[in-house]
Nanobody
Framework: QVQLVESGGGLVQAGGSLRLSCAAS????????MGWFRQAPGKEREFVAR????????YYADSAKGRFTISRDNAKNTVYLQMNSLKPEDTAVYYC????????????WGQGTQVTVSS
């Protein structure tokens, strides 16, 4: 059974940093892309960043470029999202997700972790 478990969310002041973690289990993810998404109250879920597990190649939404960094630790089967220079508009529930390489749809989702940035 595939599980994605996020952690690391919390309350932080504007300009601060948080590191989110996504612990993946239940299968081998070497042929998968791992993504981070977020959903703010009253808004649609939006893409934040993704990483190809085997190659380590990354891709970011414009809102994340220069402030967020996605990475993975193969030994720990964990994906991270380092978030710096946080803004109040980054407040959202952040979700980890996984999809097969080349696929459009993300097959697996975590339960989410709340990030709140105060001004």
């Amino acid at each position: 059974q595939v599980q994605l478990v996020e952690s690391g969310g919390g309350l932080v002041q504007a300009g601060g940093s948080l590191r989110l973690s996504c612990a993946a289990s239940g299968r081998t993810f070497s042929s998968y892309d791992m993504g981070w998404f977020r959903q703010a109250p009253g808004k649609e879920r939006e893409f934040v960043a993704r990483i190809n597990w085997s190659l380590g190649s990354t891709y970011y939404a414009d809102s994340a470029k220069g402030r967020f960094t996605i990475s993975r630790d193969n030994a720990k089967n964990t994906v991270y999202l380092q978030m710096n220079s946080l803004k109040p508009e980054d407040t959202a529930v952040y979700y980890c997700a996984a999809r097969r390489e080349g696929a459009f749809k993300y097959d697996y989702w975590g339960q989410g972790t709340q990030v709140t940035v105060s001004s």
